[in-house]
């Protein structure tokens, strides 16, 4: 079996760490195209070194730029070297321009396309994202879903007949990374962060947070005025929208850190009192580490995290003491249990691409085969 992986952004190369880890073992071939819509080293090179993860076979370099373009750009390129390859599978990852893009190409030229990561919805629609993926899962031919619930709302729109439920891959790795650096000090932590007091891990990236100009201020200033040092390892958006609207970062509690590498991340997820974000897998990280999270935005992808108090949701933070007690709030003592899955993910949705591939057996060029 030829399976062809389609990554292009930093938390698609955690989940392809899982799965090369799992093709590793089988006698199949793994081919990895990496669009270039992430081309920093810290947001890409990296997590390569760090993971282990194979070099990408096939570069495509497409850059940044709008998301039409982007998408379209991953589009051009990807069509002639999937042609090419005409792999058993092409498998996508989460809800990026990328994921969308690989996931088109693939079915466009007949070739079974499958989705890592399927049936997640936060029913904003503001959110690229949730474009990305409400049109990827309707267009793949095998939806492998990370949870229950994810499984349960594919039955709701009707595709039923192309999931199945593999568990979350990002468990895997974040499982794996988490036993390797356990008790060693966090490294990378911003100036003015000593680990051995309370400090606290805050991302900030969304498209929604950081675009607007009033409402990225108004984030900054909640987190400035925390009681607590704020470790905000700063990915490039939010450096650039700042920057274009005149916004200070540096300023009350927050230390501005770079991009972290995976295993330095799962460190200072370790080593902090609790975590702000409204990265979909850093409040799965902190689920799973047990630290409280708050993630600044309406919804979540991942409602399981919500139980027992583990994540809350804060869509407009303000700089006062109840964002501040909401963000201290102790650890719940409610059990977290493993509604994302015990760690095998990546090996069952290898297995679940074997056991489909016969399925296709015939599927000619511009022909879609169903499950
Ligand atoms: C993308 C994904 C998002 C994911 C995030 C993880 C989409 C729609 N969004 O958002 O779901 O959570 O990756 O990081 O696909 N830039 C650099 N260097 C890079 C990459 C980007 O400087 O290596 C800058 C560019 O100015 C670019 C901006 O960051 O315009 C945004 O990058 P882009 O890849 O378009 O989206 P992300 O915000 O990273």
Redesign the pocket.
């Known amino acids: 079996m030829r399976v062809v992986s389609i990554v292009?952004?930093?938390?698609q190369l955690v989940k392809l760490a899982a799965v090369a880890d799992a093709f590793a073992g089988t006698g199949h071939e793994h081919v990895i195209v990496h669009t270039g819509?992430?081309?920093?080293a810290n947001?890409?090179d990296v997590f390569f070194e760090g993971l282990g993860i194979p070099e990408p076979d096939v570069r495509l370099g497409v850059g940044?730029?709008t998301?039409g373009v982007?998408t379209g750009a991953v589009l051009a390129k990807l069509d002639p070297v999937l042609k090419e390859l005409r792999p058993d599978w092409v498998l996508v990852y989460?809800?990026?321009?990328?994921?969308v893009a690989g996931a088109l190409s693939a079915v466009k030229q007949g070739i079974p396309t499958a989705h890592l990561e399927a049936g997640l919805r936060s029913y904003d629609r503001r959110m690229?994202?949730e474009h990305?993926r409400v049109l990827t899962d309707h267009c793949a031919d095998l939806l492998l879903a990370p949870t229950p619930a994810a499984v349960a709302l594919l039955e709701g729109e009707g595709l039923a007949a192309r999931t199945v439920l593999v568990g979350d891959v990002m468990v895997d790795v974040c499982l794996r990374v988490a036993e390797r650096v356990r008790g060693t000090a966090p490294r990378g932590l911003p100036d003015g962060i000593d680990p051995a007091r309370p400090y606290l891990l805050a991302t900030v990236?969304?498209?929604e947070n950081?675009d607007d100009p009033a409402r990225l201020a108004a984030l900054v200033d909640a987190l400035a005025s925390l009681p607590v040092p704020v470790a905000l390892p700063a990915?490039?958006?939010l450096l650039?929208r700042a920057r274009e609207f005149g916004i200070e970062l540096r300023r009350g509690a927050i230390r501005l850190g770079e991009p972290l590498p995976y295993a330095a991340l799962v460190a200072e997820v370790l080593g902090a009192a609790a975590v702000v974000t409204d990265?979909?897998?850093l409040q799965k990280e902190a689920y799973l580490l047990g630290r409280p999270c708050t993630t600044l935005r309406s919804t979540t992808e991942w409602p399981e995290s919500l139980a027992g108090g583990w994540n809350v949701l804060v869509e407009q933070p303000a700089a006062d003491a109840v964002f501040a007690a909401t963000v201290l709030r102790p650890a719940p003592s409610a059990e977290r249990g493993t509604p994302f899955g015990e760690g095998r993910a990546a090996e069952r949705a290898v297995r679940t691409l074997e056991e489909h591939v016969d399925t296709r057996a015939g599927a000619e060029p511009g022909m879609v085969v169903r499950a």
């Open positions: 292009g952004a930093r938390p819509q992430h081309y920093d947001l890409s940044s730029g998301h982007q989460g809800d990026t321009n990328s994921t690229p994202e990305n990236h969304r498209a950081t990915h490039p958006r650039a990265s979909g897998g």
